[in-house]
């Protein structure tokens, strides 16, 4: 949304195309490009230049695009950054630095060129210097200024600086110089050759990065003067150290990375690498391995060529779980993503990458898997024991009931039979069987009810019970053992 300018349902379902105002010459670039992807070609990031359709802005964005799968459908993943910022700093330094060195040689030329003549004529002189842009001043051997232009007045004006300046020491008028300034002077008197140098100065409590040019002027084959050609580079200087200052953060991000990183050339040999790499692979912190070969780190050669194939397929590797040995031969599980970087003729060059040890989260994976597949067998085991064991108790149940039914039935036709002339205590004790023997089918029927509760076949419905009468049915059941014993 925001580097298009658009909501995300403005942008779904439109041609990415379309999405954008591209150059006419850029088009088919695109096109190419989607047609190298399809054809398995994983081409460079690009850089190109575009105006938004939703407000015609010109940008600069670089463009990464692959093939990927999501919902078993293959779409095409576009990576897209806006780099318009870096672009134009990059622009504007490159054009900086041009047009420096255009004006350093065309300036060199000119006051080469003029020097004698100017020497000659005063009035001439000054009127050439206050041509050129370029703030300068002239001092003699006693280094003291006798000349300055229009522009260097202008520039001390600029910086709060006293414009009086002509007769006076350099010294004098600018007490800030650093002693090398001196030298610098006095090098190019006694040698008669032209100092460039750089440096930076702090005015009025603000940093100014100047180059200046010293060029002598000679009369009779001894320099008399030198022309000091002031350029104020404070904001060329101050791009140069933002990339340098990003190029540093990007470093010592590296460096303090906990994952190894690595940045080898195509044939193997290692062109950069952070601590982490090192500690994992078992080197002293002090050693560096620029330069050596990194199949040093595979444990089978053949994990080397599949992580190498699958580059050259797909320009990239992701999430790549390989074992591979560190100094002393140890053995690690390190998980692997990288990508190939080519050159302009599309030829792989280098392979960049990161890595980190999961020996442990490796192991205790094949351990869980190890444990889920001895928990699947005795599971199996356990429904088969189980199954073995209801079986029983269903058989077992069944064959009870048998006798049981001939007990109950005999039991039932002697006391409807003969109930008449047996006395009363048999009597009581033929039904005291025939209650046990319910019972007993009862149970039966329960142990029956209990497998299938185990086999979440059947619910228990629970009711209220009568603890007093269960007692006394107990104790009636067992009245024959208390008389046996004459127990009271």
Same mark, same amino acid.
């Given at each position: 949304?925001?580097?298009?300018?658009?909501?995300?349902?403005?942008?779904?379902?439109?041609?990415?195309?379309?999405?954008?105002?591209?150059?006419?010459?850029?088009?088919?670039?695109?096109?190419?490009?989607?047609?190298?992807?399809?054809?398995?070609?994983?081409?460079?990031?690009?850089?190109?230049?575009?105006?938004?359709?939703?407000?015609?802005?010109?940008?600069?964005?670089?463009?990464?695009?692959?093939?990927?799968? %999501?919902?078993?459908?293959?779409?095409?993943?576009?990576?897209?950054?806006? %780099?318009?910022?870096?672009?134009?700093?990059?622009?504007?330094?490159?054009?900086?630095?041009?047009?420096?060195?255009?004006? =350093?040689?065309?300036?060199?030329?000119?006051?080469?060129?003029?020097?004698?003549?100017?020497?000659?004529?005063?009035?001439?002189?000054?009127?050439?210097?206050?041509?050129? =842009?370029?703030?300068?001043?002239?001092?003699?051997?006693?280094?003291?200024?006798?000349?300055? *232009?229009?522009?260097?007045?202008?520039?001390?004006?600029?910086?709060?600086?006293?414009?009086?300046?002509?007769?006076?020491?350099?010294?004098?008028?600018?007490?800030?110089?650093?002693?090398?300034?001196?030298?610098?002077?006095?090098?190019?008197? *006694?040698?008669?050759?032209?100092?460039?140098?750089?440096?930076?100065?702090?005015?009025?409590?603000?940093?100014?990065?100047?180059?200046?040019?010293?060029?002598?002027?000679?009369?009779?084959?001894?320099?008399?003067?030198?022309?000091?050609?002031?350029?104020?580079?404070?904001?060329?200087?101050?791009?140069?150290?933002?990339?340098?200052?990003?190029?540093?953060?990007?470093?010592?991000?590296?460096? *303090?990375?906990?994952?190894?990183?690595?940045?080898?050339?195509?044939?193997?040999?290692?062109?950069?690498?952070?601590?982490?790499?090192?500690?994992?692979?078992?080197?002293?912190?002090?050693?560096?391995?620029?330069?050596?070969?990194?199949?040093?780190?595979?444990?089978?050669?053949?994990?080397?060529?599949?992580?190498?194939?699958?580059?050259?397929?797909?320009?990239?590797?992701?999430?790549?779980?390989?074992?591979?040995?560190?100094?002393?031969?140890?053995?690690?599980?390190?998980?692997?993503?990288?990508?190939?970087?080519?050159?302009?003729?599309? =030829?792989?060059?280098?392979?960049?990458?990161?890595?980190?040890?999961?020996?442990?989260?490796?192991?205790?994976?094949?351990?869980?898997?190890?444990?889920?597949?001895?928990?699947?067998?005795? =599971?199996?085991?356990?429904?088969?024991?189980?199954?073995?064991?209801?079986?029983?108790?269903?058989?077992?149940?069944?064959?009870?009931?048998?006798?049981?039914?001939?007990?109950?039935?005999?039991?039932?036709?002697?006391?409807?039979?003969?109930?008449?002339?047996?006395?009363?205590?048999?009597?009581?004790?033929?039904?005291?069987?025939?209650?046990?023997?319910?019972?007993?089918?009862?149970?039966?029927?329960?142990?029956?009810?209990?497998?299938?509760?185990?086999?979440?076949?059947?619910?228990?419905?629970?009711?209220?019970?009568?603890?007093?009468?269960?007692? *006394?049915?107990?104790?009636?059941?067992?009245?024959?053992?208390?008389?046996?014993?004459?127990?009271?």
């Amino acid at each position: 949304e925001k580097l298009f300018n658009r909501k995300i349902e403005d942008l779904i379902n439109k041609n990415f195309l379309d999405v954008s105002i591209k150059p006419e010459k850029v088009l088919p670039l695109f096109k190419q490009r989607y047609q190298d992807i399809l054809n398995g070609i994983v081409p460079e990031s690009i850089e190109v230049q575009i105006s938004r359709s939703q407000d015609g802005r010109l940008m600069w964005i670089s463009i990464d695009d692959s093939l990927v799968e %999501i919902g078993g459908r293959t779409v095409f993943q576009v990576l897209i950054q806006d %780099i318009t910022e870096k672009k134009i700093a990059e622009q504007e330094l490159h054009k900086s630095q041009e047009e420096l060195k255009i004006l =350093n040689r065309e300036l060199e030329q000119k006051v080469l060129e003029r020097t004698k003549d100017l020497i000659e004529s005063e009035e001439q002189y000054r009127t050439t210097i206050n041509s050129l =842009n370029d703030p300068l001043h002239v001092i003699n051997r006693e280094l003291r200024i006798i000349l300055s *232009n229009a522009a260097f007045d202008h520039w001390l004006v600029g910086l709060e600086l006293d414009k009086k300046i002509v007769s006076r020491n350099v010294f004098e008028v600018f007490p800030f110089l650093p002693d090398e300034v001196r030298n610098e002077y006095k090098q190019v008197f *006694n040698t008669g050759e032209i100092l460039l140098t750089e440096g930076s100065l702090f005015i009025n409590e603000k940093e100014i990065f100047t180059e200046t040019r010293k060029i002598p002027i000679f009369s009779e084959g001894r320099v008399i003067q030198i022309i000091t050609i002031i350029r104020d580079i404070t904001e060329s200087k101050k791009i140069e150290n933002q990339l340098k200052e990003s190029e540093v953060n990007f470093r010592n991000m590296i460096t *303090n990375l906990d994952e190894g990183y690595y940045k080898v050339e195509w044939e193997g040999k290692i062109i950069y690498h952070n601590p982490a790499f090192v500690r994992i692979a078992g080197y002293e912190p002090s050693e560096k391995l620029f330069g050596k070969d990194l199949p040093f780190f595979w444990e089978d050669m053949a994990d080397r060529e599949e992580y190498i194939g699958e580059l050259l397929k797909n320009g990239l590797i992701r999430n790549y779980v390989v074992p591979v040995k560190k100094k002393d031969g140890e053995q690690i599980v390190v998980q692997v993503n990288a990508h190939l970087i080519k050159n302009d003729d599309n =030829n792989p060059i280098a392979i960049e990458g990161t890595f980190s040890d999961i020996t442990e989260k490796f192991r205790l994976e094949q351990e869980l898997l190890e444990s889920e597949k001895k928990l699947r067998i005795q =599971n199996i085991e356990l429904k088969k024991l189980d199954k073995v064991k209801n079986d029983f108790i269903s058989m077992a149940a069944h064959e009870l009931k048998t006798p049981l039914i001939s007990i109950s039935g005999y039991t039932d036709y002697i006391l409807m039979k003969h109930r008449s002339q047996l006395n009363p205590e048999i009597t009581t004790d033929l039904l005291t069987v025939q209650r046990n023997v319910n019972r007993l089918e009862v149970l039966m029927d329960q142990l029956l009810d209990v497998m299938k509760i185990d086999e979440n076949e059947l619910k228990l419905q629970k009711e209220l019970q009568n603890v007093s009468k269960i007692i *006394n049915d107990c104790l009636d059941e067992l009245s024959y053992l208390i008389n046996e014993k004459n127990l009271e």
